[in-house]
């Protein structure tokens, strides 16, 4: 099998190790590329080699590891044959910057927004076109993922989705106003646009899995159907049961 290593770390012994167990090829000519890492390195490598449309096998050489499999030298070839594939579609992001440009990203996890001054952002949020929310006042807001919805999105108390459910979560980060609203649930196939009130006065950014643009006026997020990724999972140890068994940690 053509395997090319990846890691984290300059010189890395544990890469080293494995190369002259199993030797290395460059990722042109790979069947399969194996990650070392944690789980922002596997977000890299999966954007690394979306263009040479090859599945990823992550090992944990980091602190969580939730997209990752556990470290073992011994039986890798065996592993990654009997390996359970999780298809992922990113999400993709259109940014329009307050400079007038236009930012196009994509993201595994989540797009999210966040202020950028000392004031609270007002977000307009529409769903295919139509209202929502004429006013969101909060620190951010975000859609995420199934695949990322244990990252961020978990951590700013929205839902964990099930990786075969069809649907996104929109998620707000300390929201002010409305006092009771939690966030939504929408179809996959939906798109969501974020709309910024007085920029100059409350400036918002955008991320995409971490990678910053400029202040913007207006995000739209929504699946990219035309990109998929693969992962790589120990069988028994997929990303359905790593979601399904989060919930009751």
């Not at 096998?57 to 997209?67: A, P, S």
């Not at 440009?101 to 007002?122: P, Y």
């Not at 961020?152 to 075969?164: K, L, Q, R, V």
């Not at 929408?186 to 409350?202: G, L, T």
Request: net charge neutral.
């Amino acid at each position: 099998m053509k395997i090319a290593f990846r890691s984290s770390l300059p010189n890395d012994p544990a890469r080293t190790s494995l190369i002259e167990r199993y030797g290395h090829c460059e990722t042109k000519d790979a069947e399969v590329i194996v990650a070392l890492g944690g789980d922002g390195f596997m977000l890299q490598s999966l954007h690394y080699t979306r263009q040479h449309k090859l599945p990823v096998y992550g090992m944990n050489r980091g602190t969580i590891g939730f997209l990752m499999n556990e470290y073992n030298e011994i039986g890798l070839i065996e592993r990654i044959k009997a390996a359970e594939r999780a298809k992922i579609h990113p999400l993709k992001m259109r940014a329009e910057l307050t400079d007038g440009s236009v930012t196009e990203l994509l993201a595994i996890n989540e797009v999210s927004l966040l202020r950028t001054g000392s004031q609270a952002a007002r977000l307009r949020v529409m769903v295919n076109g139509r209202e929502r929310l004429s006013q969101l006042v909060c620190d951010g807001a975000m859609v995420s993922s199934p695949a990322g919805s244990t990252a961020y999105n978990y951590s700013a108390h929205g839902p964990i989705i099930p990786i075969t459910a069809n649907i996104l979560a929109v998620t707000a980060v300390a929201a002010y106003r409305p006092r009771r609203w939690r966030g939504a649930l929408i179809p996959m196939e939906a798109n969501v646009r974020f709309e910024v009130e007085n920029p100059e006065k409350r400036p918002v950014h955008a991320n995409a899995d971490g990678t910053r643009t400029g202040d913007v006026n207006a995000v739209d997020v929504s699946v990219d159907f035309d990109t998929k990724m693969n992962l790589l999972f120990d069988p028994g140890h997929g990303l359905e049961e790593r979601l399904l068994n989060e919930q009751f940690q």
